[in-house]
């Protein structure tokens, strides 16, 4: 049996990609849209459970048995990239993006098997409380502390945290980091939802009052697992960003195709011509970091995951806000209205780039990793001396 | 879980790498001449895996050529692209798909590979660049001949070239792209004079070539009379690919020569050029990963447009690592060695120096497609938009206003 190489696309890939598709467009187009980002959890929980349970498209890279897909990085990269695409709302980056990838990182157990295996079939909801702000650090990673299983702390803004059923908290203890889940509803909890730029991804500060919560890992348990949280929701997140690009490159072309001034289609003109072709040439770019990111997740031999993940941030943060600012401008006025959808991308673009770590501290962990670390004795190419 | 399309390619692989290694052994890079280990990987079928039997190739996917170029590498042998790029790269693609003589095709087939016969491309004219199609060069039919007068430009190679690509205009009264018709001719002729032209460096990697009463056979002539530009895609869509497709390892490369010199220079860091070379690196290794996608997916067969974003996005990275370069070079950025126009040295010469190489690099966003053009082939072919409105499609090329 031959091994997939990097870059192949399988089939089980293809119809996941087809069948998320055709759910975004039947339950989830623009309309729908619309009417979630102004109901107070900002997503339908039913359609959240059909993802689920369904479609099994929040719990891909899960093993079998503790209740996932037993697929890999690489098919929820996938998913992530159609989700994007269409802004499906609901907490793809607190639950799929970070809580999950932590919990399967986590030391086995009750508690944490039961939590998965909700968050995978869509029952339930989580959010990761730590500054999501920044790449990972195990110091800074925390905003809260730990005493035995008494939390107390700050955070926010935190994704997808104000309709989370449960809290997972990466908080600091004395003997080093602590990975904790707390009810949202449980006493010394107060969970504040804010006013959120991306309308489609609402925000929320936390503040844990020596709140009871279960501790799931401690130490070097813990550390791994909000590392892994951390690169797979950077794979995943870069993968989103890919989704939203394409599809604001489509849109673009569309419109650049049909929108007529001067008596011809403005694609017809090399200003907007060439700037639709840098486009494209970005949206190829990321996919391949993204892609790659996951890959590289899923099986060390490819890459150092950690590089990969910070070449796909570093990468796709930029692209896809790139990409929708082009957008906004390649419309032009009816690109400005709120009527028009391209707003709702663009400041996903943005909160996107701003999430996990923006384009310059990832830009900042690659030269740690590349330019620091060059041997003195790396060859130099000749140099005229004149 | 396997299908017979997931399993096939696998199985294909470690048949053509059976066959490289059983050639590598009977012809050890190290010790034979370049023309024998070539000429036995031609007739092994190695040569262009993807090429019918006979010609060069297994009529297997052309992804599976890395796995020769490999092997061959890693046994100390060169690339067989680098002896004879244009021929390799960009003549064989177009003579096996457009020649109607297989005999002939193959006797151009193995010299070309093994370097005992060069081919060059006469294409551009100093009044036809961008516009290639509206080239003014004639070739007048004359019995099984066909006599050829005007002048090429920009032709690499050609003053050790055997043979050349050319493509003349046969009808001057039908538009454009109609009247074009594309030939092999016979380099080694009177008519033909080659003459170096020196570009910014000093250097002649170039030449023009004039034709005056040059003859080439009607066998020679690839396609239908009049069909030249349909051919002539074939050749550039396989220089795009190969300009932009050559790829290695991470961190090798232009951007491995960045990396050289800033390790050797610490006294010249700053946080601003670090933060401007992790930017390369990063645009670099996001070039790679796309290059080795694109051979991923490619299907068997001719390369599509992808070959345009990677030649695009090449040529720029090229350009801004060499001017990084420059700039980290500080006061030796004023130096330069020897402005004395050598013919046997070339941009690829591993002693060229960075200044060298940044006033080279400033080509590779002109050469084979303007950086303008290949936007557009991006905006027209990829994504559909419309073309400009064009006041020269459907005249008499005549009748087109030149200069």
Same mark, same amino acid.
């Given at each position: 049996m031959a091994e997939p190489v990097e870059f192949d696309v399988t089939e089980e890939q293809r119809a996941l990609r087809d069948a998320l598709r055709r759910f975004a467009e039947r339950q989830h187009d623009e309309a729908t849209l619309r009417r979630l980002v102004d109901t107070p959890d900002g997503f339908d929980r039913a359609l959240w459970a059909r993802l689920g349970s369904e479609l099994g498209a929040l719990s891909l890279a899960v093993p079998e048995d503790l209740g996932g897909a037993g697929g890999t990085c690489v098919d929820q990269a996938v998913a992530a990239e159609e989700l994007g695409a269409a802004l499906v709302t609901g907490p793809l980056l607190g639950t799929v993006g970070l809580a999950v990838p932590a919990l399967v990182a986590a030391p086995g157990g009750a508690e944490r098997d039961a939590l998965l295996a909700a968050l995978a079939d869509g029952t339930r909801t989580a959010a990761l409380v730590a500054r999501l702000t920044a790449p990972y650090d195990g110091a800074s990673a925390a905003g809260v502390t730990a005493d035995g299983d008494r939390l107390t702390g700050a955070a926010g803004p935190v994704p997808d945290a104000g309709s989370a059923d449960v809290l997972l908290v990466a908080a600091a203890g004395p003997d080093g980091p602590v990975l904790a889940a707390v009810a949202a509803d449980a006493e010394g909890v107060t969970v504040q939802r804010c006013g959120s730029l991306d309308l489609t991804r609402p925000v929320a500060r936390v503040r844990l009052d020596g709140a009871c919560g279960t501790v799931l890992a401690t130490g070097e348990d813990a550390d791994r697992a909000l590392r892994h949280a951390w690169r797979v929701g950077g794979a995943l997140l870069a993968a989103e960003q890919v989704g939203v690009a394409q599809r604001l490159l489509d849109l673009t072309v569309a419109y650049a195709k049909e929108r007529l001034q001067f008596g011809r289609p403005i694609g017809s003109f090399q200003a907007v011509k060439h700037r639709c072709a840098d486009m494209l040439v970005a949206v190829e770019q990321a996919r391949s970091a993204a892609l790659h990111a996951a890959w590289a997740i899923d099986d060390p031999r490819v890459d150092d995951a950690d590089l990969a993940v910070a070449v796909a941030q570093a990468t796709c943060s930029q692209t896809a806000y790139r990409v929708a600012a082009d957008t906004v401008q390649l419309h032009g006025g009816i690109g400005f209205?709120?009527?028009?959808?391209a707003h709702l991308y663009y400041k996903r673009a943005v909160a996107d780039a701003a999430l996990l770590g923006s384009a310059e501290t990832y830009r900042e962990r690659i030269a740690a990793a590349v330019l620091d670390t060059?041997?003195?004795?790396t060859a130099p190419p000749r140099v005229a001396t004149g | 879980m396997s299908s017979p399309t997931t399993t096939r390619p696998a199985s294909d692989a470690a048949r053509v790498a059976e066959a490289a290694r059983a050639v590598l052994d009977a012809h050890d890079p190290r010790s034979v001449p370049r023309e024998e280990l070539f000429g036995a990987l031609y007739d092994a079928g190695l040569a262009w895996v993807h090429h019918p039997e006979g010609l060069g190739g297994l009529g297997l996917s052309r992804g599976l050529q890395a796995v020769v170029d490999q092997l061959v590498t890693d046994a100390g042998g060169p690339r067989m692209f680098a002896v004879n790029p244009i021929g390799y790269g960009m003549g064989a693609p177009t003579v096996v798909e457009y020649g109607a003589d297989r005999e002939q095709v193959a006797a151009w087939l193995r010299p070309m590979v093994t370097g005992e016969e060069i081919w060059c491309q006469l294409f551009s004219e100093p009044g036809a660049g961008s516009d290639v199609a509206g080239l003014a060069t004639s070739a007048v039919r004359d019995g099984d001949e066909w006599v050829v007068n005007g002048q090429k430009v920009w032709t690499t190679l050609a003053h050790v070239a055997r043979w050349g690509m050319l493509v003349a205009r046969t009808d001057p009264e039908r538009p454009k792209h109609r009247g074009l018709t594309y030939f092999v001719i016979?380099?080694?002729?009177?008519g033909v004079d080659v003459r170096p032209l020196r570009q910014m460096t000093g250097q002649a990697e170039f030449n023009e070539v004039h034709l005056h009463d040059a003859r080439v056979l009607?066998?020679?002539?690839? *396609?239908?009379? *009049?069909a030249g530009w349909k051919v002539a895609i074939t050749t550039l869509m396989n220089e795009r690919t190969a300009i932009g497709g050559v790829t290695g390892r991470r961190g090798s490369g232009v951007i491995g020569e960045a990396l050289g010199l800033w390790a050797a220079h610490p006294d010249r860091h700053t946080p601003v050029l670090r933060d401007r070379l992790a930017a390369l690196w990063t645009r670099a290794e996001t070039h790679r990963l796309t290059l080795a996608r694109a051979r991923r997916t490619a299907s068997a067969g001719q390369p599509g447009p992808e070959g345009s974003v990677s030649k695009l996005v090449g040529a720029e990275l090229n350009q801004d690592v060499y001017e990084f370069c420059m700039e980290l070079l500080g006061p030796d950025a004023l130096l330069y060695d020897d402005w004395t126009m050598d013919r046997s040295r070339v941009h690829t010469d591993p002693n060229s120096t960075v200044q060298q190489r940044f006033l080279r690099s400033r080509a590779n966003t002109i050469e084979g497609g303007t950086s303008e053009v290949m936007r557009n082939i991006l905006g027209e072919r990829v994504l559909g938009l419309p073309g400009e409105p064009r006041s020269d499609s459907d005249r008499p090329w005549k009748e087109v206003p030149r200069g």
């Open positions: 209205t709120w009527e028009h959808v060059l041997a003195e004795d | 016979d380099m080694d002729q009177p009607d066998a020679h002539r690839l *396609g239908e009379v *009049g």
